[in-house]
């Protein structure tokens, strides 16, 4: 089976740092997708990992290691409208549809 | 990226009628997927839509309540038949573009079904 698990809801500060884990066991990995979905809105890609280390775009980063079935968002410099759920994807094979995890419920706070 | 609309964007239907949602892309793309979000849930794939041949469905998923059509490379519809309360979600479609990598999966904006 498929299984991916991340945490339900975490909370940070304006202006700090946040990390969102991730891990995954399926039958095969062809990558790992981060999505943002705001409250009633469809999700927007973030982030796409297949090879281990870290990608960085802006203040977003994402993390991966296959071996460990492992995964982060980093989150720098919090700002409000970052308050959304954040979405874990796998790939399982090329051109097939992403297996989800249920999502974190970030809330950035004064 | 793709741009992807659907119709309608949310809607209001009584139990036992039945809502087609389409779903359009601007670009040709092989598989379309129908995602199910209900409410604080993530979501859920329904079927996948290959242009020309019938949706394969996902377990729990039924032809009969979700029929799907997929006439050309570029558009899909999602039908949800006898609608009961438990049907009240967001329904979106999501299609794969393929990067030099691996492929990206786009979402549409969803549409609100609520049931009465």
């Known amino acids: 089976g498929q299984n991916i698990d991340q945490p339900t809801e975490m909370t940070a500060t304006e202006g700090a740092i946040v990390q969102i884990n991730c891990t995954y066991q399926?039958?095969?990995?062809?990558?790992l997708f981060w999505y943002q979905q705001h409250a009633g809105e469809a999700p927007t890609f973030l982030s796409y990992?297949?090879?281990?280390g870290l990608e960085e775009k802006g203040r977003f980063s994402s993390f991966l290691s296959r071996s460990k079935g492992y995964s982060y968002l980093l989150l720098k410099e919090l700002q409000m409208k970052d308050s959304a759920s954040y979405l874990c994807a796998v790939s399982t094979s090329g051109n097939t549809p992403l297996v989800f995890g249920k999502g974190t419920r970030l809330s950035v706070i004064a | 990226s793709a741009v992807i609309s659907q119709k309608p964007s949310r809607d209001i239907c009584q139990r036992g009628t039945s809502l087609t949602i389409q779903c359009q892309v601007d670009?040709?793309?092989?598989?379309m997927f129908w995602y199910r979000q209900q409410p604080g849930q993530s979501l859920t794939l329904i079927a996948t839509a290959n242009q020309g041949s019938e949706a394969t469905y996902e377990s729990g998923f039924v032809i009969d309540k979700f029929p799907i059509s997929r006439p050309n490379l570029t558009f899909s519809t999602l039908t949800v038949s006898n609608m009961s309360p438990e049907d009240s979600s967001i329904y979106l479609c999501?299609?794969?573009?393929?990067?030099?990598?691996?492929?990206?999966?786009?979402f549409g904006p969803g549409t609100r079904l609520t049931v009465t």
């Open positions: 999501s299609v794969d573009i393929a990067r030099a990598e691996a492929y990206e999966q786009y």
């Open positions: 670009s040709q793309v092989t598989m």
């Open positions: 399926t039958s095969g990995f062809n990558g």
């Open positions: 990992n297949v090879l281990d």
